[in-house]
């Protein structure tokens, strides 16, 4: 539920959601700045590139300096444990900015923002805005309601306020908790609106949003709403888009992406359709995309490893757990014994393919046999990177009424042991490609002002590459090209190249 307060009362008024971005007259004078403190995924990494936009249309353009803006965005992510103190510590941090200059608007959003609405302003003081996933497109409108309360209490009937401008006194400050969610049928996906100069040699297109899973621990379904599949169509036109910017490389994200529906193939099977579409696109270099579901990762999108030339082999399929009980009670809709049949078909297609995961280790009544099973299944899977959490009871979430009964030590005990096992998995995976000459995608330099590149290999693996006797104009001229790169080094995550030619 969305919420609006003058002084501390709140007044719930409710907007209806609507359609697409609002763009609403720029305050007049220089552009306003803002500045976004990030956490989490690539959604959010997404999240903030559409904020960017939508607010640039009217009148802001982004610093890197929280000191001296007018907006200042914490998009928050509730994965993470603690997800909630962190939000609030960040905006604590702004206290002091907010008190030389009581204008400055602290806005939060993402996941956190849409949980806990107003909840989460009465939490945190020094928050003028708390806002959803779906209320991007009308950030820019939030926000100037915000300076302008005038137009809001004629909106809400209150007493007309002075512009927030002449700094009003605090009881009469506007705050907004918009967190209305987009009816499926109503939700249209925001345009990527990038300008040339700040699209890179990587860019992620969004192809859904929300997800219709109840996995039993995630917040997700609560925190981004059902799953809605973005047309076929839009989805090319914004990756042609991105490749007449100069990206090269498109990852196509979502919750899970193996759900995608928006095309009707016969068979069903529309994700592995909109990888051969897309991979057809002229220009394009690479393509790759996350997360995958288990359970609906089909054979055909296997096959599409080998099928399309542009598709890189690299994997994420988050497992959480090598046991089928723990599975199970995670409603995760697939045992070990299907999730390793999935792995043996892929590596029959993609012999060299790259795999990555999501663990979770002490989920509710995971026993010792449960977790020696995470063990073994990432011995057998041998995968070339992970990331593991340690099980957290959700707000909302089904698992919240299972018993967190394996305690805090034990989960630490638990995360170390993968952790350690991992570090020899990825360091034998690595290591393979030592001595290898491989095509890398040069995304940039490693440090300004130093002989070094970065790119990551088709099997997503940072290299960092030494380019010493070359000029830096021959090296900028290599961004955004397929280089041959001599791995010299593997390090814990990284691999360290020479130019090859
Ligand atoms: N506790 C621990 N880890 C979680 N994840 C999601 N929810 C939780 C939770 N409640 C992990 C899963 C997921 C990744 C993004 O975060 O492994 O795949
Ligand atoms: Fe969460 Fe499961 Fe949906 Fe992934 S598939 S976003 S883990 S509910």
């Known amino acids: 539920m969305s919420s609006e307060a ?21 305050m007049a004078g220089a552009a306003r700045r803002v500045f976004i403190e990030n956490f989490g995924c690539q959604m959010n990494d997404y999240d903030v ?94 926000v100037r309601r915000i300076n302008d309360p005038g ?87 914004e990756v042609e888009r991105f490749i007449a910017l100069g990206a090269r490389e498109i990852t196509l994200i979502g919750q899970n992406v193996n759900a995608y529906h928006a095309i009707g193939t016969p068979d069903g099977d529309d994700f592995a359709e909109l990888l051969r579409r897309i991979n057809d696109v002229p220009g394009l270099m690479r393509l790759r995309y996350t997360t995958s579901h288990p359970h609906y990762f089909s054979r ?10 542009k598709l890189c082999p690299w994997l994420h399929l988050p497992v959480q757990a090598g046991s089928s009980s723990v599975l199970s009670r995670m409603a995760r809709e697939y045992t070990r014994e299907q999730y390793l049949e999935k792995i043996e078909y892929l590596r029959q ?83 393979r490609m030592v001595g290898r000459i491989e095509p890398i995608l040069i995304e940039g330099f490693a440090r300004m002002g130093t002989a070094q590149l970065c790119g990551r290999t088709a099997g997503n693996h940072t290299v960092n590459i030494r380019c010493e006797g070359h000029e830096p104009a021959a090296l900028q001229s290599l961004i955004g090209q397929l280089v041959p790169v001599r791995i010299t080094e593997s390090k814990i995550h990284t691999l360290v190249g020479l130019l090859a030619s």
């Not at 055909?300 to 030339?309: E, G, I, L, P, Y």
Request: aromatic residues 6%; proline residues 6%; contains cysteine.
């Open 6 to 26: 003058l002084s501390t009362t709140p007044s719930f008024a409710v907007d209806a959601a609507r359609e697409g971005s609002v763009t609403v007259a720029p």
């Open 49 to 142: 590139e559409r904020m960017v936009e939508v607010l640039r249309r009217n009148g802001f353009e982004r610093t890197d300096e929280a000191e001296g803006a007018d907006l200042i965005v914490i998009n928050t992510c509730s994965i993470r444990e603690k997800a909630e103190h962190k939000a609030a510590s960040a905006a604590g941090r702004y206290k002091p900015l907010k008190d030389k200059n009581p204008a400055l608007v602290v806005a939060i959003g993402g996941c956190v923002a849409q949980q806990e609405g107003d909840a989460l302003l009465r939490k945190i003081p020094v928050a003028d805005l708390t806002f959803g996933p779906d209320q991007i497109p009308r950030l820019a409108e939030h």
């Open 151 to 237: 137009s809001t209490a004629a909106a809400t009937g209150s007493a007309p306020v002075s512009p927030r401008s002449t700094a009003i006194p605090n009881r009469y400050r506007l705050r907004l908790a918009k967190t209305e969610v987009t009816d499926v049928e109503d939700y249209a996906f925001l345009t990527a609106d990038p300008r040339p100069g700040d699209v890179s040699v990587t860019a992620l297109v969004t192809i859904q949003k929300g997800c219709d899973n109840y996995c039993a621990y995630c917040v997700v379904p609560n925190t981004r709403g059902c799953e809605v599949s973005r047309p076929a169509e839009e989805v090319r036109v």
């Open 300 to 309: 055909k999108v296997a096959d599409a490893f080998r099928d399309c030339d």
């Open 349 to 431: 297609v993609c012999p060299d393919i790259s795999l990555s995961t999501d663990i979770i280790v002490g989920y509710p009544g995971e026993t010792e046999q449960d977790f020696a099973q995470t063990l073994s299944l990432l011995e057998t899977v041998r995968y070339d990177s992970i990331y593991s959490f340690a099980y957290s009871r959700r707000p909302g979430t089904p698992a919240i009424d299972l018993p967190d009964d394996v305690l805090a030590d034990e989960k630490s005990r638990r995360l170390s042991t993968v952790l350690a096992l991992q570090k020899t998995i990825t360091a034998e995976r690595l290591g």
